[in-house]
């Protein structure tokens, strides 16, 4: 279990899993927990592959305990613009085929900003309007792109930034090429949250796999806050977990310290 932190304790960690499974099962148990105390709790939604485990593990677990999703709520980090919304590698298919339908979470309840090009100049504002009526995200699941990008803040977005459009970066479009036919198909736009409105969840888990992140999260959690590695901003936020992958963790200097701090952690700390 992720250590439970009084409302307003601090926390920064970084566990380091075996692997995407125990990853997996850790941010859906701290997950689980909190909708027990809270049946509407709303969750930042990421797509990619990072988050997958936490989705199949939350998924198995809702399944088998019988445990009430109805109200749950979900925001999604981004969105490519220009694409339609049943195109399968929109963010409104990924989210809904991903996420909502394995869950059983309730359709009407997840937002995914939109990014068709007729409601792309108001898509930012009313995306942070709606944010704003549900309370705001109490756990917000983020990966890393391997050029330190979060949502789709690319590196130089400003730290303070809000739902917006933004040009990707050509490193993303590579990366993110494998779920389109052809490299050319993937969009240069999206709308993604801002480093603002992430830094404004109540609570953030960071999930890093593999040895093509170690760079991103050696600056993400190591190296200076700077907007030329958006992820680096976590180090602002005053409730983050990182799991990682000993791969991916391989750059952090101080990895000997994160492990013992985890493996000795005393009960009165996981308060
Ligand atoms: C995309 C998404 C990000 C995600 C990143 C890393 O660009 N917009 O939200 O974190 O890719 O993806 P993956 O987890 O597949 O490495």
Redo the contacts with the bound molecule.
Sequence with gaps: MIPRVKERAALAQVVVVEGPPEAGALAAETILLALQVKPNLVLGL??????QPVYSELASSIRNQHIDVSHVRGFA??EYVGLSPDHPASYHSTIHREVVVPLGLDPDLVLVPRGNITEVSHAGEDFEERLSQSGGVDIQL????SNG????NEPGSSLASLTRVKTLAEQ?RR??ARFFDSPEEVPTHCVTQGIGTILRAKRIILLAFGAS?AQALSRAVEGPITSSCPASAIQLHPRVTVLADLEAASQLTQLDYYQRAWRSKPEWQRL
Excluded: I, R, Y
């Design positions: 990421a797509t990619g592959s990072s988050p980090l981004d983020l990966g890393v792109g990008h979060v949502g789709f993303t990366d993110n992140k």
